[in-house]
T-cell receptor
Framework: ETGVTQTPRHLVMGMTNKKSLKCEQH?????MYWYKQSAKKPLELMFV???????ENNSVPSRFSPECPNSSHLFLHLHTLQPEDSALYLC?????????????FGPGTRLTVT | KQEVTQIPAALSVPEGENLVLNCSFT??????LQWFRQDPGKGLTSLLL?????REQTSGRLNASLDKSSGRSTLYIAASQPGDSATYLC??????????FGTGTLLAVQP
């Protein structure tokens, strides 16, 4: 186990549904990240939070809404998604978002939008 | 714009062989490079992190090298085992402070 947990592990949702992905880290880190991994594409960074503040939004559509209530928890709220949003969503954490710190990844949530 | 390429995309070897995975990047101005392992349906496990000032890092049967000036890194796996079968990803962190990933090499080690 990496110390980063994600729930649910699998999610199927319709385009009109609203759902949330949850990430929790037990490593005492201060930075948390959301990544998207689509088939045949490199991982894409979506959002970065450092000490609960969002420091990076990589031009992500507004149908994805992140929330970071504290340094240990990160959520990704989903609404009116498109089929092309189907992917593996990975959460990661690191000591801080500065350079030189390793990122530790969770197991991911496999999302299917129907 | 930084681009990371991994060759080959897939590799199959018999158990016991030594093998090399390649990673190249277009912008040599990086802070560090990280190799990850990803098992099917799972998250990423960090294997090795090489800072820009380092030439190599070793962990057990794994050795990663970095040649920043030529934009290349290699991951050497000694005495491969079926349990090494996974997708191996390399990622570089540059001036944008983002991790830029390659598309990975899918390794299959045959018993």
């Amino acid at each position: 186990e990496t110390g980063v947990t994600q729930t649910p592990r699998h999610l199927v949702m319709g385009m009109t549904n609203k759902k949330s992905l949850k990430c929790e880290q037990h490593l005492g880190h201060n930075a948390m990240y959301w990544y998207k991994q689509s088939a045949k594409k490199p991982l894409e960074l979506m959002f970065v939070y450092n000490f609960k503040e969002q420091t990076e939004n990589n031009s992500v559509p507004s149908r994805f809404s992140p929330e970071c209530p504290n340094s240990s928890h990160l959520f990704l709220h989903l609404h009116t998604l498109q089929p092309e949003d189907s992917a593996l969503y990975l959460c990661a954490s690191s000591h801080s978002s500065g350079t030189g710190y390793e990122q530790y990844f969770g197991p991911g949530t496999r999302l299917t939008v129907t | 714009k930084q681009e990371v390429t991994q060759i080959p995309a897939a590799l199959s070897v018999p158990e016991g062989e030594n093998l090399v995975l390649n990673c190249s990047f277009t912008d040599s101005a990086i802070y560090n490079l990280q190799w990850f392992r990803q098992d099917p349906g799972k998250g990423l496990t960090s294997l090795l992190l090489i800072q820009s000032s380092q030439r190599e890092q070793t962990s057990g049967r794994l050795n990663a090298s970095l040649d920043k000036s030529s934009g290349r890194s290699t991951l050497y796996i000694a005495a491969s085992q079926p349990g090494d079968s996974a997708t191996y990803l390399c990622a570089v962190r540059g001036a944008t402070n983002k991790l830029i990933f390659g598309t990975g090499t899918l390794l299959a080690v045959q018993p």
